[in-house]
C-alpha cells in the first residue's frame, strides 16, 4: 500500500529537483509510513519534530525515520522502514529483570526529563550523512515546520537548503488509493450510527449537549464486537438543537428541544487514522414552515452540486452550482467560502482542494470530498446536509447512505 505513495513523493520531489522530502505533520509522517504515532497525533503541539520520516528521491536510498525509543520497534513493525533511528525519552523500557542485574556500562546515563533534542538532531543529521544528503534541497511541510526545528537543523547541517512542499503533498494526498477509500467508508458508516442513534432517542427538553453524548455512545455501540471497525480511533461532532447555532460544548446548554426544532449533526469518525466528514438534520417531532423552505432549497443545491461531481470538471462548477441556485431562489444574500472540501488523515478534517469560486483545479477520479449546504439561522436553526462523495472513473459513489430528506424524529 506504501509503496506506490512513496514512489509518488519520489517523483514530485526528482519534477521540483528535490533531493529528498521530510514528512513532519503527524498527517504526512503517517502517510508515508503507515506508522500513526501516539505522541505525535495526541500532543502535535508538543511534539512537533519529534517524528520524522525522511525519503531520499534516488529509490536505489532507503527512507528513514526518527522517532523515539518508546515507539521505534512498533514504528519499524508497522512502517516496514528497517532504517528507523531511535532517540530516547523520559521512560523506562527495560525488563524488570534487566533492571535487578548489576550495573552495566550504561548505568550512569540519565534519561532526559522528557526527551533529548540533542539525540534528536544527531539522528536525524545522521540519516542524511549517510545518504549524502547534508548540503541537499530538502522539502518538507514548511507551512507548519517550528521556527526551532528550523534553527536547529541550520546548526547541524547549515549547507540544507528546506524548500515548502506543504501544497504538493496535499495535491498527492487529494488523489485517494483503494484502502484510504475503505478506511473513510467504514468511518462513515459509523458516523451515521451515531446521528441515527442519537435522532431516534431524541426527548423533550434534550440538549446539543444531549445529542453530542447520545451521537458518542451510538459510535461506540457500532464500533464494539465487529473486526470492520477494528480501527477506529475517535470521533468528532458538532451538534445543534433549535436556534443553537454556535460551536462548542459551552454553546450545548439550552433550553432544550420542543416541537420543531432542528436536530443538526456536522461529524465524523476516525478509521485507521483516516477522519470522516459529513452530517444530517432531523425535525423534532414537526417540521416548521421557515425551516422546510430553506431545508428546500440548499437540498436542492446540494442535489446540484453533486451532479457536478465528475471527472474533468472544473471544481469551481460545483460552487457555482450551490451558490446560484440557494441565492435565485429565495435567499439572494447567502453566500459562503466553499461548498464542501477533500478529507484525509488532518486531524481538522477540511483538507483542501476546497469546493470554492476560486479552485482551478480539475475533478479527478479518486478525490473525495465532503460536499456540504450548510446554513446556521438563528430563527429556523441550523441545517447541514453533508455527504462524502468519491470520485470514480464515469461519475461518482455517495458513501453516506441516510436520507437527504429533512426526517422527523421520533
Not at 500532543?43 to 526518527?66: C, K, N, Q, S
Amino acid at each position: 500500500m506504501r509503496a506506490q505513495i512513496l514512489d509518488d513523493i519520489r517523483r514530485r520531489c526528482q519534477e521540483r529537483g528535490l533531493d529528498a522530502y521530510l514528512a513532519y505533520t503527524p498527517s504526512n509522517v503517517h502517510y508515508t509510513s503507515g506508522f500513526q504515532s501516539y505522541f505525535l497525533s495526541e500532543w502535535p503541539w508538543r511534539m512537533l519534530g519529534t517524528v520524522l520520516v525522511l525519503v531520499p528521491a534516488d529509490p536505489a536510498l532507503e527512507p528513514a525515520m526518527i522517532i523515539s525509543d518508546f515507539e521505534a520497534e512498533q514504528a519499524r513493525r508497522v512502517s516496514g522502514i528497517a532504517d528507523v533511528r531511535p532517540f530516547r525519552v523520559w521512560v523506562e523500557l527495560r525488563s524488570a529483570a534487566d533492571l535487578q542485574v548489576g550495573a552495566g556500562p550504561d548505568a550512569d546515563v540519565p534519561r532526559p526529563a522528557q526527551f533529548s533534542e540533542d539525540e534528536q538532531d544527531a539522528m536525524l543529521r545522521s540519516a542524511l550523512a549517510d545518504r549524502g544528503l547534508l548540503d541537499a534541497r530538502i522539502g518538507t511541510d514548511m507551512r507548519y515546520v517550528l521556527q526551532d526545528t528550523v534553527r536547529r537543523i541550520a546548526g547541524f547541517a547549515p549547507d540544507v537548503d528546506l524548500v515548502d512542499m506543504t501544497e504538493d503533498v496535499y495535491e498527492l494526498r487529494s488523489i485517494k488509493h483503494d484502502f484510504e477509500i475503505e478506511a473513510l467508508r467504514r468511518a462513515t458508516e459509523l458516523s451515521e450510527a451515531g446521528m441515527t442513534f442519537a435522532a431516534s432517542s431524541a426527548q423533550p427538553g434534550m440538549t446539543a449537549l444531549d445529542m453530542r453524548h447520545r451521537y458518542a455512545l451510538g459510535v461506540i455501540q457500532a464500533a464494539m464486537g465487529t473486526d470492520r471497525y477494528a480501527g477506529f480511533s475517535d470521533h468528532w461532532v458538532l451538534p445543534a438543537v433549535g436556534a443553537t447555532t454556535a460551536i462548542g460544548v459551552d454553546s450545548e446548554r439550552g433550553i432544550g428541544l420542543v416541537p420543531g426544532d432542528l436536530i443538526k449533526f456536522d461529524c465524523g469518525t476516525t478509521v485507521d487514522g483516516y477522519r470522516g466528514d459529513g452530517g444530517r438534520t432531523f425535525s423534532f417531532r414537526e417540521i416548521r414552515p421557515a425551516a422546510q423552505r430553506l431545508y428546500r432549497v440548499l437540498l436542492e443545491a446540494h442535489e446540484l452540486a453533486r451532479e457536478r461531481l465528475t471527472p474533468g470538471r472544473p471544481v469551481r462548477e460545483v460552487f457555482a452550482a450551490a451558490e446560484s441556485h440557494i441565492q435565485l431562489n429565495g435567499f439572494p444574500r447567502f453566500t459562503r467560502g466553499h461548498y464542501g472540501h477533500s478529507v484525509g488523515l488532518d486531524t481538522f478534517h477540511e483538507e483542501p482542494p476546497f469546493l470554492s469560486r476560486t479552485e482551478e483545479r480539475l475533478i479527478q477520479p479518486g478525490m473525495v470530498f465532503a460536499v456540504e449546504t450548510p446554513a446556521y439561522s438563528s430563527d429556523t436553526g441550523a441545517v447541514m446536509i453533508e455527504d462524502l462523495v468519491v470520485i470514480t472513473a464515469t461519475g461518482h459513489e455517495v458513501l453516506h447512505q441516510l436520507p437527504h430528506e429533512l426526517v422527523v424524529v421520533p
